[in-house]
């Protein structure tokens, strides 16, 4: 197992506890939690009259209890105001999506203007790339990793058509080696040099979807600088989950969605970080220059507050990553991303981090030493290179059909259903496994590792 879960392995011990399948291993460890009680913030879907085991966050991560006072605050304030409520307290919604950049800001590593809550992740990469991936004829490649999520794809491609390229020629993938599931990143950066001359941008997921992989997100914005190109990340699976300094990794841009560790409901809004030295006009790259904002897509609510409701006046936008919104944000959304937020701030990312290592980390080592062999962990044993999610290959049987065309991960997703455990799959047979330190407890994993010892049997 990693040395994190060894270490509180050894703390338990010395209690006498020596089983970890054993109830009172787990509950040891949920008693010593820092987070417990964070748990008590959070609806859990029911199943037979109990908690449900929700292993979904990088999916759909759960409801904050808050959350309903607080939209009905927002329905009561529209009643009550009507349009005067884009000015008036609580919460004016002029300026609702502001107060967010500081919590935002601490959760991704950026300084509070490079952070701006708006629109959704596919649209975002899009608004993202109209401004920074500025193909010429000799530098027009794209590189993106192999199997990323089909969003992804279909922005790079589009991008690179709209463009005029072949995206067959402009999209370059990195695929794992032979025989093995996670993108080495010396690869990543042999990719970067041998396209140098002709590279335009890279991007990647900070974590790979199907894999649970965490990339080596600053030794690859590095190298895709040095060659002369510009670097972007997919942060879906990321944000929220493990640690990240946008700003100090230079990174040049990053889109998200808050649905996920993030909690803030389905569609909810998404969010884009844009290093400072893109977006200031005082930065050295744009003094001097009264464009230095374009290309850009460019809308009302990007534009100086002060002049924003003025008709003839050309476009100047607010500095910083608000200044690439387009539209008024939802503030429905918001309001539910201010009420995750403020779980967030008040838990902090570096003691998230921690229980993820350790609650992962014990997930792990109950998977190796009761499943073993049925199943394979493709994601990274390295902690450093994974956040919270375990994703699982089923290797018995995978490649038989199922009843009816029933992968093997669907089959085995019903049967864990039916014991009240909830999670992911990707066909035919990877099950993703994700528990989310703000809410899950040392008891979900090691209820779930007896419950799919039982259905693998």
């Not at 009507?82 to 800001?105: R, T």
């Not at 464009?291 to 897509?297: E, K, Q």
């Not at 190796?368 to 089923?394: C, E, M, V, Y």
Request: glycine share 8%; charged share 20%.
């Amino acid at each position: 197992g990693s040395s994190q879960y060894m270490s509180i392995f050894s703390h338990v011990h010395a209690h006498g506890l020596n089983d970890p399948a054993a109830p009172e291993f787990a509950s040891y460890l949920d008693e010593s939690d820092p987070l417990r009680k964070c748990r008590d913030e959070f609806l859990i879907p029911p199943h037979d009259g109990k908690d449900s085991i929700y292993f979904c966050g990088n999916s759909l991560g759960l409801q904050p209890k808050q959350l309903r006072g607080e939209l009905d605050g927002f329905l009561h304030k529209w009643h009550e105001q009507g349009v005067e409520g884009h000015m008036m307290e609580p919460h004016p919604w002029l300026h609702i999506d502001g107060p967010l950049q500081e919590p935002l800001a601490q959760v991704v590593g950026a300084l509070p203007i490079e952070r701006a809550p708006m629109n959704s992740l596919s649209v975002n990469i899009h608004v993202m790339l109209a401004h920074f991936y500025r193909p010429t004829a000799d530098r027009f490649k794209i590189i993106i990793e192999d199997g990323a999520f089909p969003s992804d794809n279909y922005v790079v491609e589009s991008q690179a058509r709209m463009h005029g390229f072949d995206p067959a020629v402009a999209i370059i993938k990195v695929a794992p080696r032979p025989g093995a599931h996670d993108v080495q990143t010396e690869d990543v950066l042999k990719a970067i040099q041998d396209n140098k001359d002709t590279l335009s941008l890279v991007m990647l997921a900070g974590i790979q979807y199907y894999t649970g992989q965490f990339f080596e997100m600053d030794k690859i914005t590095k190298a895709g600088h040095d060659a002369g190109a510009m670097v972007g990340w997919d942060l879906a699976h990321a944000v929220g989950n493990v640690p990240l300094r946008l700003h100090d990794w230079d990174v040049d841009f990053a889109c998200w969605c808050s649905y996920k560790y993030l909690n803030s409901g389905p569609g909810a809004i998404g969010g884009v970080f844009v290093h400072e030295r893109h977006s200031t006009p005082t930065s050295p790259e744009n003094q001097g220059n009264p464009l230095w904002w374009s290309p850009r897509l460019a809308g009302w609510f990007g534009h100086d507050l002060a002049t924003r409701f003025q008709t003839h006046h050309s476009y100047m936008p607010v500095p910083g990553a608000m200044g690439f919104r387009c539209s008024n944000p939802s503030v429905l959304d918001v309001t539910a991303l201010r009420v995750s937020l403020s779980i967030f701030t008040k838990v902090g990312m570096a003691e998230l981090r921690r229980k993820s290592l350790l609650i992962t980390g014990y997930l792990e080592v109950l998977l190796d030493t009761i499943i073993g062999s049925k199943i394979q962990i493709i994601t990274p044993r390295d902690t450093n290179h994974r956040g919270a999610q375990l994703s699982l290959l089923l290797k018995e049987t995978s490649a038989v059909p199922r009843a009816g065309g029933q992968s093997i991960a669907r089959e085995v997703q019903g049967s864990l259903a039916a014991h009240g455990v909830i999670c992911d799959v990707r066909d035919p047979n990877v099950i993703r496994i994700a528990p989310a330190p703000l809410y899950n407890s040392y008891e979900d994993v090691r209820k779930f590792v007896l419950i799919l010892q039982t259905i693998l049997k």
